[in-house]
Every structure is written in structure tokens, then in C-alpha cells.
């Protein structure tokens, strides 16, 4: 089942007709879209600070919860804010192309921590 940013976001636009119970102001759903995903990042600190210190975790709420969850607010954010997210992603990977070669090019990544 794989299918295109858009067409992913033409079903999360049908969900949010029966299920978008908060603001649909453009703050009011730009901060509730803030908070779910802050809540996501910390979720997702939880499981690497539980790996960090060798505690058990399941690893499955990173798969059916957090990515999930992280790419269904960042399609309504896109939205709200009228930006082409397929086209700004993959000027963004351009961006961090130049980025990371200079970075291998002054071997900077060699004391990055291994998890």
C-alpha cells in the first residue's frame, strides 16, 4: 500500500471532517498541531532515555504511535501554512546534503555516541 504525501493527506483531510475535535482557527490548530507533536518527541525521548540507561521498552510504539503520529501533524501543519511539503522535503535534503559532506569532510562524525 504505498501511496504519495498527497494522497495520504486527501484520507487524513477525510478523518479530520469526523474526528478534529480542537480549534480550527488557524492558531487554534497550528497549537493544538504544537502540542501533540511535543508530546510525540517526548514520547519518543522516553524510549531512547529508557535505552540509554538498558531498561526494557516497547519498541513498537515507536512504529504504531510516534512515526505515525509525527507525519499526520507535520501533513495538517504543511497544510495550515499552504507549503508543498513533498517539493520543501526534498529541498530540504538538498540543504542537508551540503551540510552533512562538510561535515565527513572535517570527520566530524567520528565521536558521535553509538546507541
Known amino acids: 500500500m504505498n501511496k504519495s504525501l498527497s494522497e495520504i493527506d486527501a484520507i487524513l483531510i477525510d478523518f479530520e471532517k469526523d474526528y478534529w475535535v480542537a480549534s480550527t482557527t488557524r492558531k487554534g490548530k497550528t497549537r493544538h498541531i504544537l502540542l501533540h507533536m511535543t508530546k ?14 538498558g531498561l526494557e521498552i516497547d ?3 515507536i512504529a504504531e504511535e510516534i512515526v505515525p503520529d509525527l507525519l ?11 507549503i508543498d511539503l513533498e517539493k520543501v522535503f526534498i529541498e530540504r535534503l538538498e540543504v542537508n ?5 562538510s561535515w565527513k569532510e572535517g570527520d566530524l562524525l567520528k565521536d558521535l555516541p553509538q546507541l
Open 40 to 53: 510525540m518527541l517526548g514520547k519518543l525521548g522516553t524510549v531512547v532515555e529508557k535505552w540509554e540507561h
Open 97 to 101: 546534503k551540503k551540510k552533512v559532506g
Open 59 to 61: 519498541e513498537k510504539v
Open 72 to 82: 499526520m501533524y507535520a501533513l495538517m501543519l504543511a497544510r495550515e501554512e499552504n
